[in-house]
């Protein structure tokens, strides 16, 4: 028998809890606090469970008992996937927060991914302790550094129980809580009490059902630094155009989001909105109709955009070790064609490209991000101590709420038709298509 949609936001848990809670906050909040899942009135009206109840979602915060023992808990931290902004201020949070909130005193970091709990790469394991993560928050990168690709799960949860570990909180993006929710089914099957808790980690802000993920804002800071730069380049010569290519993978919500933050982009290419390079609707020719009428352009491409350009028909998409598609360089290539194009015209340009993506994604986390961070460990902390598992910790609706594994997938793109795409042809002034038919 098929899952209803109403079981798809059940949180499993451990246990239950009868240990009082020995923090000291304002107030707890209660298992039967939710959030309205649906907001808009049609579909609010269209889901509804079987007592006539519409769809809801549990919401995070401190619960009054608890499951585990302060004192008897050991927990693990893990990075995993490419590195972002913001992946040392989490790991600072949850270890401050079981420390001095709860008093859990054992606390160990797996190095380098879900290989650190692989015997045969003989990583070996860091103690955390509030003293040696007081700083790391003014670093990027990961201090327990990452890694990808597969591994195997029944190795994992061998480690995880040889090393007595009771909670686990793994950082990373779709693939992560993907192995997360293996992980989890195992530690379920073998029987284990053992609480698995994901904190949502992609720069590119790709994850269904979450407003936003850590990093986003930092990417978006500094990609602005980078634009800012394109256009002081393209306004320093005729007919200049500043080319910058932005991070994302197969989502344009960075360069979109970047574009709005900073309205001097006249074209914004992302891999939802299709385009064709010539023709007279094309994007070469509207570039070009840009320069005749005022002398400069600067351009933003997403990583993800036209990377049907660049395959030949029926060619396959290589995938990395964790299953994401090796995209091609669209940024390169746009270089060549542009440049050949005003060639072909004989219009003389001067074109100045700029790829700062792993600039962006190697810095500390900015103070919006820095505090979005605080707020995830802080949340996933509480949930992992009340004996929750296989879940993560989001923020949805401006609401910080407890969300299964087994729905989380990469898939949030940006909506053609949505306001954000509205809003980048308003301020960048672009065709609405760029296609010719």
């Known amino acids: 028998m098929k899952e209803s949609i109403f079981d798809d936001f059940i949180i499993p848990s451990l246990g239950k809890c009868s240990i009082p809670s020995p923090i000291n906050v304002s ?117 327990l550094s990452s890694s990808r690709g597969r591994q195997d799960i029944g190795e994992m949860v061998n480690a995880l129980e040889r090393m007595n570990i009771n909670l686990l909180f793994c950082i990373g993006g779709d693939g992560t809580m993907r192995a997360t929710e293996c992980i989890t089914a195992e530690i379920t099957r073998r029987g284990f009490n053992i609480g698995v808790i994901g904190i949502p980690k992609t720069i590119d802000n790709d994850l269904n059902l979450i407003q936003k993920t850590f990093g986003f804002d930092t990417a978006i800071s500094e990609s602005v630094k980078a634009i800012q730069c394109a256009h002081v380049e393209a306004r320093g010569a005729p007919n200049g155009i500043g080319l910058v290519k932005i991070m994302g993978r197969q989502s344009g919500h960075i360069a979109a989001g970047a574009a709005l933050a900073q309205n001097d982009v006249n074209f914004v290419l992302i891999p939802e909105v299709p385009f064709d390079l010539e023709g007279d609707l094309g994007f070469l020719k509207a570039v070009e109709t840009r320069l005749r009428h005022r002398s400069h352009c600067v351009i933003l491409v ?115 038709a949505g306001n954000i795409w509205m809003r980048v042809l308003e301020a960048t002034g672009q065709p609405a298509s760029m296609k010719n038919r």
């Open 302 to 416: 997403a990583e993800g955009a036209g990377q049907e350009h660049l395959r030949n028909d029926g060619q396959a998409m290589e995938t990395d070790a964790s299953g994401n598609p090796r995209l091609l360089d669209i940024g390169v290539f746009l270089k060549a064609a542009i440049q050949e194009y005003f060639k072909r015209i004989e219009m003389e340009i001067n074109l100045k490209y700029i790829d700062p993506s792993y600039m962006i994604r190697s810095v500390p986390a900015n103070a919006s991000d820095s505090m979005y961070c605080g707020a995830l460990g802080q949340y996933a902390v509480h949930a992992g101590m009340a004996g929750k598992t296989g879940m993560l910790v989001g923020l949805m609706k401006d609401e910080y709420v407890h969300i299964p594994l087994k729905i989380i997938r990469s898939g949030n793109r940006v909506d053609p």
């Open 27 to 143: 107030r707890f909040t209660p298992e039967s606090k939710r959030l309205l899942f649906n907001i808009y009135l049609d579909q609010y009206d269209e889901q509804r469970d079987p007592q006539g109840l519409p769809l809801s979602v549990e919401v995070a915060g401190p619960r009054e008992k608890i499951f585990f023992d302060p004192s008897k808990t050991k927990a693990a931290i893990v990075t995993c996937g490419g590195l972002c902004p913001g992946i040392n201020d989490v790991i600072r949070t949850i270890v401050m927060e079981l420390h001095h909130r709860y008093g859990v005193a054992n606390i160990i970091g797996i190095r380098y991914g879900f290989q650190g709990l692989i015997p045969k790469y003989r990583h070996p394991s860091v103690e955390l302790t509030p003293d040696y993560v007081k700083e790391i928050n003014t670093m990027g990168g990961s201090v």
